[in-house]
């Protein structure tokens, strides 16, 4: 029996998301809107399983970071309309999530370390996607003003499309 490649095309695709914990390292206020991700990829066809880790040492105007991995089971036409899903839905819960985030510059905490006077002092959250054999894909930070393409193609910003 050989899989119909139509019905491939249909089947929604699965991905791991795993949410590193940095400010909030995994409190329960973190863990209410990181687990409103799977609703946002979901609008984009795209189905996901979270699960969260400790983090840390990502700078202070980080305040979330995920990694997305493609399972292997995705067939190689489909992983480039995969990730603009993903990207897709996660800058939107991104944008979601810094709007929720209390007003002003980020504060150093014992976990993000002293500020530096260099750094970008908008928050951010970063997003890192992986294919299916780990190869990185795309590494993006999304602030309320801009999606900034870090490794991987350029991305477009989902609230100035169209």
Same mark, same amino acid.
């Given at each position: 029996m050989t899989d119909d490649p139509a019905d491939t095309a249909r089947s929604p695709i699965t991905v791991r998301v795993e949410v590193i914990g940095t400010i909030h390292d995994g409190s329960p206020p973190q863990r209410a809107v990181a687990e409103e991700l799977p609703t946002y990829l979901a609008a984009e066809g795209v189905t996901a399983e979270l699960s969260y880790r400790p983090g840390g040492g990502f700078g202070l105007g980080v305040v979330e970071?995920?990694?997305?991995?493609?399972?292997?089971?995705? !067939?190689?036409?489909?992983?480039? %309309?995969?990730? @603009?899903?993903?990207? @897709?839905? !996660?800058?939107?819960?991104?944008?979601?999530?810094?709007?929720?985030?209390?007003?002003?510059?980020?504060?150093?905490?014992?976990?993000?370390?002293?500020?530096?006077?260099?750094? %970008?002092?908008?928050? @951010?959250?970063?997003?890192?996607?992986?294919?299916?054999?780990?190869?990185?894909?795309?590494?993006?930070e999304v602030n309320r003003d801009e999606v900034n393409t870090l490794f991987g193609d350029p991305v477009e910003d989902p609230d100035t499309i169209g």
């Open positions: 970071t995920i990694a997305v991995f493609i399972a292997v089971s995705a !067939a190689a036409g489909l992983i480039g %309309d995969t990730a @603009t899903a993903i990207v @897709t839905g !996660a800058v939107k819960w991104a944008r979601e999530r810094l709007r929720r985030e209390p007003p002003g510059p980020p504060e150093p905490t014992g976990v993000t370390g002293p500020a530096d006077p260099d750094a %970008d002092p908008r928050k @951010t959250v970063r997003i890192s996607l992986y294919g299916p054999r780990g190869e990185l894909l795309k590494d993006i």
